[in-house]
């Protein structure tokens, strides 16, 4: 009687063990590869998936020989699943070839909260560019004259004024030239850097941080001078009042031997000072809208999974907002309240930015779900809008849909100008695939992508592994029982 007792214990333990391993596999961060065969134009990229993860991580790709990393790009995307609102994350870095060639992408794995995540590497091939361009230096304008074979502290801006609300980035270098007469070491620089950040951080201010992930050299030019620069820090940041950003001076310090002469015991230390900055903010005109107007560059794209419906029925509604600004933070356009002729349901975010050395690019997507309730045409235009102010224009704008919907009859009809994953569409200019609404089940099969995956590997590796467990639950219950 233990005997049996002690075995139906033991297969519980493991059925739960199973269970559990088939329920946690869509939690599993992963890593996807871009195109390993490209134009040297285009550039390589490395994908890390993070799913259910509200934080930002800190993630170190690996480098590749014969290619510069051009920096990342975070995409967000809330995701409603049962009575939560999970987020996943997917950041991407940036690979540049310096030639075109064959390379090889050696195996490596990257850290995410502690957990690894292993890649197979692979074999890029880089094509050559019709039209060769010669690799240049970039030209730093920005920073006043200096002496040949110096060495500094450069703290700069990339605007001196700005409006409440705009993005100014901030960067923190050491320059160095390439006739400097003696070899520098950076000492403690995570330690030091910490200090710093905390005095040249703006307060009340969002911001976007720019990841550097290696300390590599960049050659650049001042003054016809030929320099090296070594990024330490750079943020881009949004004021959210009208106070000036004030940056104290702040200071670095090296190990410093010299080149030519008697080799030194010790290295000598010395201390590299910045130069304090102040960055006027503007506040913005009046205007109804208070405080709550988004400031940048940015367009309006939308979509209508069908332009055609009858009333009563539900259509989504996609209303994209691309541009240059503080994209994680873009309200939801605004929608007028309650209307007898049509509801609109609380919108679904997911948002996209990148980090564009001295700006922050990105979308904000909000999908809606309408439905109307009388025949007739309905303009989006009279339920939808979203303002903004342009600080190159210094003028409030206004984003308006320009799609119309149509009710009544059928509602067989598809909608044009959809970006949609469900339909099909003509936008800008591109057609892209559209599942058809006609009454035959094989209407549009020639224009199907049988690529796309219709369900993730993930959910459907959890869903067999599931089965399995069931199936072998039954056996071993028919066991027990038959015994």
Known sequence: MFFVIFRRLLVLFFFYAYI????SIGNVASIELGSTTFSIERPFTISLLIPNSETRATVAFPDIPGFIKKGTSTSVTPVESGDKTVTNQVITQNYQAQAAGRFRLLPFTILVNGEPVHSDGAILIVQP???ASAPGSVTLNTIEVVPAGAAFLSLRTSKSTIYMGEGVALTLSFIVADNYPYELNFQALDKQLQRIVKKIRPVNSWEENVPINDLKPIPVRINKKKFR????FQSVFFPLSSQPLRLPAVALQ??????IGPPASQPETVLFTSKPLSIAVKPLPSHPSGGQVSVGAFRLEEGLERQHIVAGKSVRYTFSIIGTGNVATLPAPTVPGERAEIDVFPPEERHTIAHGGDEITGHKTFTYFIVPHQNGTVSLANYFQWIYFDPKTARFDTLRPR???YVGGNGQRVALNTDLLSGS??????????A???SSIYAGIEAMDSGRQS????????????????????GMVFVLVRK
């Not at 559990?20 to 329920?23: H, T």
């Open 20 to 23: 559990g391993f088939g329920q």
């Open 129 to 131: 560019s019709a039209v």
């Open 229 to 232: 620069e070594y990024r330490i």
């Open 254 to 259: 090296l190990g410093r031997r010299p080149v």
């Open 403 to 405: 799609m119309e919907l």
């Open 425 to 434: 569409a003509v936008a800008n200019g591109e057609a892209v695939p559209v």
């Open 436 to 438: 058809s609404v006609n």
């Open 455 to 474: 369900i993730s590997i993930s959910v459907l590796i959890r869903s067999v592994a599931n089965v399995i467990i069931a199936l072998m639950l039954l």
